[in-house]
């Protein structure tokens, strides 16, 4: 079992900046990778950003890409999603996720990960 908790959201201006936090706990030995997805209400859970935990690769959504920047304390298995360039369509819930079982290469979709955080709401209005 692996456990993520989420941190960090809130009201933000257009064009400020964001920092949110995801740590994983358990047993987090075999994690593959650890992504970020949002979910706005009525909309389809979508990818935001990954990091596979071996090597650091890291891959983005194409709504996000130039935009939002995801790293990793490998130690801490924590993973932080930041933004200098909010809009308000990035308004959603922020979900951290985590992979466990590495059958596909380079997850991009919410069946893909094992585990879920509880989520953190992100608000983006002037």
């Known amino acids: 079992q692996v456990q993520l908790v989420e941190s960090g959201g809130g009201l933000v201006q257009p064009g400020a900046s964001l920092r949110l936090s995801c740590t994983a706990s358990?047993?987090?030995?075999?994690?593959?990778?650890m992504a970020w997805f949002r979910q706005a209400p009525g909309k389809e859970r979508e990818f935001v950003a990954g990091?596979?935990?071996?090597?650091?690769?890291?891959y983005y959504g194409d709504s996000v890409r130039g935009r939002f920047t995801i790293s990793r304390d490998s130690v801490k298995y924590t993973v932080t999603l930041q933004s200098n360039s909010l809009k308000p369509e990035d308004t959603a819930d922020y979900y951290c996720?985590?992979?466990?079982?590495?059958?596909?290469?380079?997850?991009?979709?919410?069946?893909?990960?094992?585990?879920w955080g509880q989520g953190t709401q992100v608000t983006v209005s002037s």
């Open positions: 990091i596979r935990w071996s090597g650091g690769r890291i």
């Open positions: 996720a985590a992979d466990d079982d590495g059958r596909t290469v380079y997850p991009v979709k919410p069946s893909e990960y094992d585990y």
């Open positions: 358990g047993r987090t030995s075999n994690i593959y990778a």
